[in-house]
């Protein structure tokens, strides 16, 4: 596992950092997320962090606050500070999205800590594990934000 990386494995998304909150002054952190078929990210909300999805391809499905609806491409999704939300991948083929959060340390901390470090710019799908769900909010609460998820191995990703 390599720790020079700017990709991660998590939920079945490689997350790729094109930004980082200290390139940035601590303004924020931007990531490009390439999501496999159904995979996306666990309900979710963060206190800490802004954050803001552009879906450059595919078609996702997103949980804000109890709601749901389909975002596609050229879509711009604003999650409010602290609210509940999720999304989904719900297409046949990888999706991809861009993140934006501000100030971006909630996110960095998540995505590094929890995350499988995999090679810069790693387009193929690592195979998915089933999540250490009680990890993986420890780890969210450490960086301030909380996983939506009952602990066991059925937390899957929403």
């Known amino acids: 596992m390599s720790t020079a990386t700017d990709t991660y494995h998590l939920f079945g998304n490689l997350v790729r ?12 952190c931007l990531v ?6 159904g995979a996306g990210a666990p309900p979710n909300r963060h206190p800490g962090d802004d954050e803001a999805f552009y879906v450059v391809e595919g078609t996702f499905e997103f949980m804000l606050d109890g709601k749901t609806f389909t975002a596609g491409a050229g879509d711009f ?26 100030p971006g340390l909630v996110h960095e901390g998540f995505y590094t800590q929890a995350g499988e470090a995999v090679p810069s710019r790693t387009c193929e799908f690592p195979p998915l594990r089933a999540p250490d769900i009680p990890a993986l909010k420890a780890i969210a609460e450490r960086n301030g934000m909380e996983i939506l998820l009952p602990d066991g191995p059925q937390g899957e990703a929403a």
């Not at 999720?86 to 083929?93: R, S, T």
């Open 77 to 102: 999704v604003k999650v409010p500070t602290g609210a509940a939300h999720a999304f989904k991948n719900v297409g046949k083929e990888p999706a991809r999205l861009l993140v934006i959060n501000t």
């Open 32 to 37: 490009e997320t390439l999501s496999a078929p």
């Open 17 to 28: 950092f094109l930004a980082r909150s200290p390139e940035t002054g601590g303004a924020y």
